[in-house]
């Protein structure tokens, strides 16, 4: 094989591995968009969140990686359930005349006070938590961190148990309902305003479970949930608002765009090209890939 | 309130304004002076976001981007901070025009998301192009007037909210206002309606743009300085505070707004690292509790209040049932 399609192809799988905790991330916003029709501007916030739980969990506690995960998983999710009951469903009682726009100023506030609310608690330095493998995993072509490659595997364990759960059990059944048409939903005798809470708090464990994935490798700081869920955001444009196949195939898409951008164009523009995604898209096929389809 | 008690407390409000520096100090007239370019910055952020209802969190980027353009050519080409200025509000008006046009394609949730992206990128972009922005160090800027006194900066900042808020003030009071408002509330209806879409986002993207990038210009040749810092999601979340706390789409909301968060934020300055957190809990508090801000708390408070109003709504409402019972 040439060395540059060598190159290329390792650039490729880079970018898949990564891409499976991206559509971690963005499969949580996108359950939420669904039910609640408001996007998580927290999202990332949640992502940094599930990173601290996993070095509390893995270094403070010494409870090991897996335990970390676990946690943070969690913690997070009573979080988003508290979150959601306590600041986003009072909007919704029927006082406000446009709910959602509160809604979406609402969690863009949350993302800030969570942001600066870690900083006198955790200071203001880089945190990894405890690692999941040693050494590195040879894939043929190339050879990827242990850790990466274990936390894309889980990324890919933990999309499948929510797809799972969206297609064959009751409360999956009854969260799509409502995504596709509330008041229908609500008809049937789903108890439409409990599910809020329900979708929330799994959307943000999701964003915590790729927080908690990636702390061993890229870190968790204050601010390192913007960068994260800026990218989430890019896929949820790039995959059609609300499709779950759009969020999973666009994560993979932009996890690879990203890699090949940083391999051709520059490196240190790696976090804009989410950006320029979102452009093109909107020039070229303003719905996204998968616009419109059903949830 | 009567007529006369209006006049009064307004003589009095602009007699006090207009005197500040004479009786204030120089820290607090700082703390006036940036009120004063936040009134700028929320009430052009309300008109884009309260009237024509088009959510944006890159206003902040807008006004950093003026202060970064006039910086560049006020120290790269030796041209006088003033020209600097117009010339930063040129080119917020421009990127202004080129994201409304972006997000035309895009509705609710898209277009926010887009605009957030935006933001990002662009802090991004100045993070990193340090040969020309110096990254995080941030740009030093030429100073607009020669000397330390604050005074002339306070009343240049004070022509230019006046100023900013005239203009604010005619565009809601007039046929363009309305039409921005029926955009906000139902867009179909009011492109059957035949109001030219495109034109009146472009208009009010562009315009309010143009506004934060000349308060931001001017913030830049005050302070002498414009970091990427300016442009954080945290900055923006205080332009946000400040127009929820006065009333979104109101027009002297956001003015109160803007002066009182501003300094309520110095007075929270003593808690040091906590400071961002506490202000963050008051936003979240504020937003949860009096989304309408303080003056629909206020309209409230004097609704429950006034006994002639229900009186007046208990008559009414004995007149339709009387009516009521007559037809049955």
Redesign the interface.
């Known amino acids: 094989m040439p060395k540059s399609l060598e190159l290329f192809l390792s650039y490729v799988i880079n970018g898949l591995i990564i891409g499976n905790i991206y559509g971690l991330m963005a499969l949580g916003l996108t359950l939420i968009l669904g039910v609640m029709k408001i996007v998580n501007f927290a999202h990332g916030e949640f992502y940094m969140l599930g990173g601290y739980a996993a070095y509390i969990c893995s270094i403070k506690l010494g409870l090991g990686p897996v335990a970390g995960i676990l946690g943070a998983i969690v913690t997070v999710f009573f979080i988003g359930l508290f979150v959601e009951r306590a600041l986003l469903t009072p909007f919704y009682s029927g006082r406000l005349e446009r709910p959602s726009d509160y809604a979406l100023l609402m969690t863009f506030s949350l993302s800030v006070f969570l942001m600066n609310v870690v900083i006198p608690i955790f200071g203001p330095y880089q945190k990894a938590s405890a690692p999941l493998a040693e050494g590195s995993v040879n894939l043929g072509i190339v050879s990827v961190g242990a850790t990466r490659v274990i936390a894309s595997l889980v990324a890919i364990l933990l999309m499948a148990l929510l797809l799972l759960l969206l297609s064959k059990t009751r409360l999956g059944i009854a969260l799509r309902a409502i995504a596709q048409d509330r008041d229908a939903a609500a008809i049937c005798g789903i108890d439409v305003n409990r599910m809020n809470p329900v979708a929330f708090g799994i959307g943000t464990a999701m964003a915590a479970a790729a927080g908690a994935l990636l702390a061993p490798t890229f870190l968790v700081y204050p601010a390192s949930g913007s960068l994260a869920a800026s990218k989430a955001n890019a896929i949820l444009v790039l995959g059609g608002m609300g499709s779950i196949k759009g969020a999973i195939i666009g994560a993979l898409l932009l996890g690879v765009l990203e890699s090949l951008g940083v391999l051709f164009l520059s490196p240190g523009y790696r976090d804009v090209y989410g950006f320029l995604v979102i452009v093109l898209v909107l020039l070229i096929k303003p719905t996204g890939l998968f616009g419109g389809q059903e949830f | 309130m009567k007529p006369r008690a209006k006049i009064i407390i307004g003589l009095l409000l602009s007699i006090l304004v207009l005197s500040l520096p004479f009786w204030a100090g120089v820290y607090w007239t700082h703390v006036a002076i940036l009120s004063l370019y936040y009134v700028i910055v929320v009430s052009s952020w309300n008109l884009l976001v309260g009237y024509a209802?088009q959510?944006s969190?890159a206003h902040v980027s807008f006004s950093t981007m003026g202060g970064y353009a006039s910086t560049l050519v006020a120290t790269r080409f030796g041209i006088h901070p003033a020209l600097g200025m117009l010339i930063g509000m040129c080119v917020g008006a421009i990127v202004g025009y080129a994201l409304g046009i972006?997000c035309l394609?895009?509705r609710?949730?898209?277009h926010?998301?887009?605009t957030?992206?935006?933001a990002?990128?662009f802090r991004?972009?100045l993070n990193?192009e340090y040969k020309i922005t110096r990254g995080s160090l941030g740009l030093l800027s030429v100073r607009l007037y020669p000397g330390v006194s604050k005074t002339p900066y306070y009343y240049t900042v004070l022509v230019l909210a006046i100023g900013g808020l005239v203009v604010l003030y005619r565009i809601i009071n007039s046929p363009i206002g309305f039409t921005l408002q029926a955009i906000r509330e139902d867009q179909t209806a009011a492109s059957v309606a035949g109001v030219p879409l495109a034109r009146y986002k472009l208009f009010a993207f562009s315009l309010t743009s143009a506004m934060a990038s000349l308060a931001g210009a001017f913030l830049a040749h005050y302070l002498g300085i414009v970091t990427p810092d300016w442009a954080t999601?945290?900055a923006?979340?205080f332009v946000?505070?400040m127009a929820?706390m006065g009333g979104l789409g109101t027009f002297i909301g956001p003015v109160i707004g803007a002066v009182c968060v501003e300094f309520l934020a110095e007075y929270l300055r003593v808690y040091g690292?906590?400071y961002?957190?506490i202000?963050?809990?008051v936003?979240?508090l504020m937003?949860?509790f009096t989304?309408?801000g303080l003056l629909a708390l206020a309209r409230n408070l004097t609704d429950s209040v006034s006994y002639t109003r229900w009186v007046s709504k208990g008559k009414q409402m004995l007149a339709t049932l009387q009516v009521r019972n007559k037809v049955e």
Do not use: D, H, K, N
Request: hydrophobic share 60%; net charge positive.
């Open positions: 209802g959510m969190f972006l394609r895009m609710g949730v898209y926010s998301l887009a957030l992206a935006f990002e990128a991004t972009v990193l999601q945290t923006m979340s946000l505070a929820i690292r906590y961002m957190s202000f963050g809990l936003v979240l937003l949860r989304p309408g």
